[in-house]
């Protein structure tokens, strides 16, 4: 049984850049939530998708944008890449967007 | 002030040890609790999940909450080296609600 897989593993992009990020949810999950972790810091909620739809959004700008597709998968893009954004993105799927939720192990991205 | 706060530790213990990790938390609606383990470049995985107040076991695992105190714990018996990580709570209003975290603590088994 798979669990979340994301892609890449790791990325690196300069300031201005934009980056795209993929998500598949486990099997059985119809939700998928993105979070954005600083080092040595808990994840911060970033937003969440259920029937292809944002259902709910933490406090970061419009750069951060997402989709999901009819497969249930996603996808996390960031325009305008700061250096600030440089942090480890985690990706989390549940079932009817309730708890608990099932974290893959992230895509690292560095922005240099 | 922070909604949850969770000492970063590191908190060190020999192999063998009871360890407990604890986490204070500021809004009186939060029901859902939960207990996530993370390893150096790993993302977070679930070891437990709670409703409301009382005690939780599972294996070698204990999660108690207590709402009037507004604090929670984890608790690990006969603990392991391969249970040296980070060790994250996450808090909610509601099961379809985003999750608010500590910022985890770093636990160190010596052999």
């Known amino acids: 049984d798979a669990g979340v897989t994301q892609s890449p593993t790791h990325l690196i992009k300069t300031r201005g850049q934009q980056v795209t990020l993929r998500c598949s949810p486990k099997s059985g999950h119809d939700t998928v939530s993105w979070y954005q972790q600083a080092l040595g810091q808990g994840p911060q909620f970033i937003f969440q998708?259920?029937?292809?739809?944002?259902?709910q959004r933490g406090n970061f700008p419009d750069r951060f944008s997402g989709h999901q597709f009819p497969n249930y998968s996603s996808e996390l893009n960031v325009n305008a890449l700061l250096l600030g954004d440089s942090a480890l993105y985690l990706c989390a799927s549940s079932r009817g967007g309730r708890q608990p939720q099932h974290f893959g192990d992230g895509t690292r991205l560095s922005i240099l | 002030q922070k909604e949850v706060e969770q000492d970063p530790g590191p908190l060190s213990v020999p192999e063998g040890a009871i360890v407990s990790l604890n986490c204070t938390y500021s809004n009186s609606a939060f029901q859902y609790f939960m207990w996530y383990r993370q390893y150096s470049r790993k993302g977070p995985e679930l070891l437990m999940y709670t409703y409301s107040s009382g005690n939780k076991e599972d294996g070698r695992f204990t999660a108690q909450v207590d709402k009037s105190s507004k604090y929670i714990s984890l608790f690990i018996r006969d603990s392991q080296p391969s249970d040296s990580a980070t060790y994250l709570c996450?808090?909610?209003?509601?099961?379809?609600?985003?999750?608010?975290w500590g910022a985890g603590t770093k636990l160190i088994i010596k052999p």
């Open positions: 998708y259920y029937e292809e739809e944002e259902r």
């Open positions: 996450a808090m909610t209003v509601g099961s379809n609600y985003q999750l608010i």
